[in-house]
């Protein structure tokens, strides 16, 4: 069979469970359409929560960002940052805003703050931070159909957006939240088996985790001490120790994606979904449980798929590989131009190395490492499909979940929240789900043209959701004296200091060439990057949030008495 | 507030800060700061910091995570019993 039907039965049968579990899960009550009526089992609310929050930028690029741009322990920064959020998660917000026990982040934010100014900020910081995010996933769709099923990047779109459309707006958080489990199960699946098979290969251990810290078959040399020996002959970093520009910018970038996870409003409002606090609890350590079995799997993936790549080009020092020589796959990902070789000095042989004068992998693209590996390291057709299905289901399962944060802040923030308090339940379905069809089209149109700032804008995500909604969280439940004015305040500047430095070296809103450095140099604040600079911009928030809130009036009584009810104890 | 009610709320400000120490130590102080030191022992055919970097402290948060929906769990049952607020 070839592989592209049998990409299409693969992919075609995740497709049809998907909608199959959207007319079997559809929403009858707004309750059931924000919070999947709030009686998710937390086992299978953890499931829901992983496939939400692994996204395309998981599935298909992190181990590639690992394994070449950040050069291996560089890339720990994504390892650290996007699981330890959990632990913040789980102890500093999730179950007190389940005990509050509304529907969505801003309404915690304008009922804590007695202020709809400041439920109104929240709701921009959300739909900012949420719409920029979902470009991303609309752009992974179109990709993988592209590259998998050989159709157009604009069908493949199209096609995504009609199953999302289809799933999202019938059963919005009930139907959302059982295709992200059966979602998590294709893209966890797709992301195992090569890893699994490609560390038997190289070291005989089946487990990725183990075999990465194990020896070489047929030799006696550790993994990782040849992989650090090549990359060192060859005058690139240390695998092992290198690390992402300084020790300080590791810290604030491995900060800034931590806390950028706890603030995530769709990621929150998944524990609303759970019967108890004591669910949201347990819940959010399942998460982390299915979550960590994909990023621990990562770093074996990405130092084992470096090797393959290295050994496959230079097998023996200096016994480099002929152009006409090399295999099939390389073929394949030439043309689709994310490979790109140049013969600089015209011997015909591939010369891979860290000198840009004599380095003639003139390109290669991290998202190749995990969707090549599987013909890399000549597996069987049915993996390379089932590979296609999981990057599918990453991105789709990430876009509900943002598309029902966007629709949810929308009609029940805005428009029940401020604009029209009196509207009926059933009026407020009806809009829930307009709100929804209305995200889905948006999110598709920026899919189909994508602004320029596409790639700089999941960074941007975490960044904002680091430095507004995160420490606005945080000073809600545990400073009770916070006011609205502190609250305001403190989200304003630290939103706007971040979007500061990211735009003053990216250009404002990533056009090019309207950087505003000035004589300033790169990363001119103690050297730290502008995806980093989330960090930053939190600390920037608490202490304007601290100040203006010491020197303006204390919250009213009613709000001491609300934060009592939710220090108290559960049963 | 009653006192029942602050002192479990101190309780678990106790229980969320021993566990977050641990949380700032192993991902930041080992995996981040102390790393090259951490490199000089090994385990199996890992360095120990890039080990705790890229493994080890993804297997702690589950650790941190569990520990802490236990014991506030406990804490749950033992400061509300006779208390119907």
Same mark, same amino acid.
């Given at each position: 069979?070839?592989?592209?039907?049998?990409?299409?039965?693969?992919?075609?049968?995740?497709?049809?469970?998907?909608?199959?579990?959207?007319?079997?899960?559809?929403?009858?009550?707004?309750?059931?359409?924000?919070?999947?009526?709030?009686?998710?089992?937390?086992?299978?609310?953890?499931?829901?929560?992983?496939?939400?929050?692994?996204?395309?930028?998981?599935?298909?690029?992190?181990? &590639?960002?690992?394994?070449?741009?950040?050069?291996?322990?560089?890339?720990?920064?994504?390892?650290?940052?996007?699981?330890?959020?959990?632990?913040?998660?789980?102890?500093?917000?999730?179950?007190?805003?389940?005990?509050?026990? /509304?529907?969505?982040?801003?309404?915690?934010? &304008?009922?804590?703050?007695?202020?709809?100014?400041?439920?109104?900020?929240?709701?921009?910081?959300?739909?900012?931070?949420?719409? %920029?995010?979902?470009?991303?996933?609309? /752009?992974?769709?179109?990709?993988?159909?592209?590259?998998?099923?050989?159709?157009?990047?604009?069908?493949?779109?199209?096609?995504g957006m009609?199953?999302?459309?289809?799933?999202?707006?019938?059963?919005?958080?009930? &139907?959302?939240?059982? %295709?992200?489990?059966?979602?998590?199960?294709?893209?966890?699946?797709?992301? %195992?088996?090569?890893?699994?098979?490609?560390?038997?290969?190289?070291?005989?251990?089946?487990?990725?985790?183990?075999?990465?810290?194990?020896?070489?078959?047929?030799?006696?040399?550790?993994?990782?001490?040849?992989?650090?020996?090549?990359? %060192?002959?060859?005058?690139?970093?240390?695998?092992t120790t290198g690390p992402r520009l300084s020790t300080l910018n590791m810290t604030f970038y491995t900060m800034s994606l931590m806390i950028g996870t706890a603030g995530l409003p769709h990621v929150i409002i998944r524990f609303f979904t759970v019967p108890s606090v004591k669910d949201a609890r347990i819940s959010a350590g399942w998460a982390l449980v299915f979550i960590a079995i994909l990023y621990t799997t990562a770093p074996a993936l990405a130092g084992m798929a470096r090797l393959n790549l290295m050994t496959t080009i230079e097998p023996a020092p200096g016994q480099n590989l002929v152009y006409e020589e090399r295999p099939q796959w390389f073929k394949n990902?030439?043309?689709?131009?994310?490979?790109?070789?140049?013969?600089?000095?015209?011997? *015909?042989?591939?010369?891979?190395?860290?000198?840009?004068?004599?380095?003639?992998?003139?390109?290669?693209?991290?998202?190749?490492l995990v969707l090549a590996n599987p013909e890399i390291a000549k597996l069987p057709n049915w993996v390379i499909a089932l590979v296609a299905a999981g990057g599918l289901a990453a991105a789709l399962s990430t876009a509900a979940g943002l598309l029902l944060a966007i629709s949810s802040a929308v009609s029940h923030d805005l428009l029940k929240g401020v604009v029209r308090p009196n509207i009926s339940e059933k009026s407020e379905l009806l809009a829930s789900r307009l709100a929804m069809a209305g995200s889905v089209l948006l999110a598709g149109y920026l899919g189909f043209n994508p602004p320029d700032f596409a790639a700089g804008t999941v960074a941007l995500a975490f960044g904002l959701a680091a430095s507004s909604i995160f420490p606005a969280l945080m000073l809600g439940i545990f400073y009770k004296r916070m006011n609205t004015q502190g609250a305001i305040a403190g989200m304003l500047a630290g939103i706007g200091v971040t979007l500061f430095y990211v735009f003053?070296?990216? *250009?404002?809103?990533?056009?090019?060439s309207t950087q505003f450095l000035g004589s300033?140099?790169?990363?001119?604040?103690?050297?730290?990057?502008p995806n980093a600079f989330g960090a930053v911009g939190a600390i920037v928030n608490f202490t304007v949030a601290i100040v203006v809130c010491k020197f303006t009036a204390e919250p009213p009584q009613k709000i001491y008495d609300m934060i009592d009810e939710l220090r108290s104890p559960n049963h | 507030m009653s006192n029942r009610t602050n002192a479990y709320w101190a309780a678990n400000i106790r229980l969320i800060i021993g566990l977050l120490v641990i949380w700032f130590s192993v991902s930041f102080i080992a995996g981040i700061v102390f790393?090259?030191?951490?490199?000089?022992?090994?385990?199996?055919?890992?360095?120990?910091?890039?080990?705790?970097?890229?493994?080890?402290?993804?297997?702690?948060?589950l650790v941190l995570v569990f520990v802490y929906a236990w014991r506030a769990n406990v804490l749950d049952k033992k400061y509300s019993q006779g208390d119907d607020s």
């Open positions: 069979m070839s592989l592209s039907l049998l990409t299409y039965i693969v992919v075609g049968l995740s497709f049809a469970v998907y909608i199959g579990i959207a007319l079997w899960a559809r929403a009858g009550s707004t309750k059931e359409f924000y919070v999947a009526g709030g009686g998710v089992h937390p086992v299978a609310n953890g499931m829901a929560t992983a496939a939400d929050w692994m996204s395309a930028a998981s599935f298909i690029s992190m181990a &590639g960002l690992i394994g070449f741009s950040y050069q291996g322990y560089g890339g720990s920064v994504f390892l650290l940052g996007w699981t330890g959020g959990y632990v913040l998660l789980a102890m500093c917000i999730a179950p007190y805003l389940r005990r509050h026990g /509304k529907f969505t982040v801003p309404e915690f934010i &304008g009922d804590r703050f007695y202020s709809d100014a400041a439920k109104v900020v929240a709701v921009i910081c959300l739909i900012i931070a949420s719409i %920029t995010y979902v470009i991303g996933q609309m /752009k992974g769709i179109g990709v993988a159909f592209g590259r998998f099923l050989e159709v157009d990047y604009e069908v493949g779109l199209s096609i009609v199953v999302v459309l289809f799933y999202a707006v019938l059963g919005g958080m009930k &139907g959302i939240t059982y %295709t992200q489990i059966a979602q998590y199960v294709v893209l966890i699946t797709a992301y %195992t088996i090569p890893a699994i098979f490609i560390s038997i290969q190289l070291t005989g251990n089946p487990v990725p985790q183990l075999g990465l810290g194990s020896t070489l078959v047929g030799e006696n040399v550790y993994l990782l001490d040849k992989l650090d020996l090549i990359l %060192t002959d060859l005058g690139f970093a240390e695998y990902w030439e043309s689709t131009k994310l490979l790109e070789f140049e013969d600089k000095n015209g011997d *015909g042989r591939i010369q891979y190395n860290a000198d840009p004068n004599t380095n003639e992998m003139v390109n290669i693209d991290n998202d190749i003053q070296h990216k *250009g404002i809103m990533f056009i090019e300033m140099p790169a990363n001119w604040f103690f050297g730290i990057e | 790393v090259d030191y951490l490199n000089e022992f090994r385990l199996g055919g890992y360095k120990l910091g890039f080990w705790v970097a890229q493994q080890g402290a993804i297997y702690t948060f």
